[in-house]
């Protein structure tokens, strides 16, 4: 059910994929603009088609959209960290995204987190700074499974845009709160009643199992030890046939 429910707003979403429509010509006066639109969508689909957009060369940008759409309703929100002085992105995990928490300023290690660098606070792995915008982010260099033994070494801050003002790092997600910067799973709702559902089914699978189940008796002439057990040593010698 979950599976069908993502799949199928995944393709509903993305389809065959969103593709580069510049604006129509009579919007805009002289001929430099319409050859400049040809050059840039034929230059992006070309590098949509060798999978140049992609950092590992894996993806096609259709494909790209596809992943990012899976992967923000699956875990909230996905990440795309573009490569420097390149067109290139490279999709990261929101799992990888943490706030690094040998920054604490309190003896509870899920208190707060101040980047003494800069002053910024940082939460979820997103540092902002005081008007709430997103400044960095804090992505682990690998996938890590107790986040507070993160140390310097493992985690990197990767700048939101680079000195020319262009994004570094795409966060995709839907807020639904004030103050929220990170996203939700669009199962996080009601994942408790697929898994009473997902109980409810085996329980009712195993016992039409048991209910199909053909029990089978076989009873034999030739007595069994049980039955010889209470028999004397002459009540045997009788029933064994002896040789004239």
């Not at 902002?128 to 033994?149: C, E, H, M, R, S």
């Not at 939101?160 to 939700?184: E, F, S, T, W």
């Amino acid at each position: 059910i979950a599976s069908a429910v993502v799949e199928r707003l995944t393709a509903g979403i993305i389809g065959a994929g969103l593709t580069y429509q510049p604006p129509e010509e009579s919007e805009f006066i002289g001929e430099k603009y319409s050859t400049l639109s040809k050059r840039i969508k034929k230059s992006f689909t070309a590098a949509s088609h060798f999978k140049r957009l992609d950092v590992q060369a894996r993806l096609s940008f259709s494909q790209m959209q596809e992943l990012a759409c899976r992967n923000w309703l699956l875990s909230g929100d996905v990440f795309f960290v573009r490569k420097p002085g390149t067109s290139s992105w490279r999709s990261v995990e929101a799992d990888r995204v943490q706030t690094p928490y040998y920054y604490a300023v309190s003896a509870n290690a899920y208190g707060d987190v101040i980047n003494p660098a800069t002053g910024y606070h940082i939460i979820d792995g997103v540092e902002i700074n005081g008007d709430g915008k997103a400044v960095a982010y804090w992505i682990t260099k690998d996938y890590i499974q107790y986040p507070l033994f993160v140390d310097r070494s493992q985690i990197e801050r990767i700048p939101a845009h680079d000195n020319d003002g262009m994004p570094l790092v795409l966060h995709i997600y839907k807020p639904l709160r004030p103050d929220q910067y990170r996203g939700i799973p669009i199962l996080a709702g009601i994942i408790e009643t697929l898994h009473s559902v997902k109980c409810y089914t085996q329980a009712e699978l195993q016992a039409a199992a048991l209910q199909a189940a053909v029990f089978g008796f076989i009873q034999s002439e030739n007595p069994t030890m049980d039955e010889t057990e209470h028999l004397s040593v002459r009540d045997l010698d009788e029933e064994i046939p002896t040789e004239p």
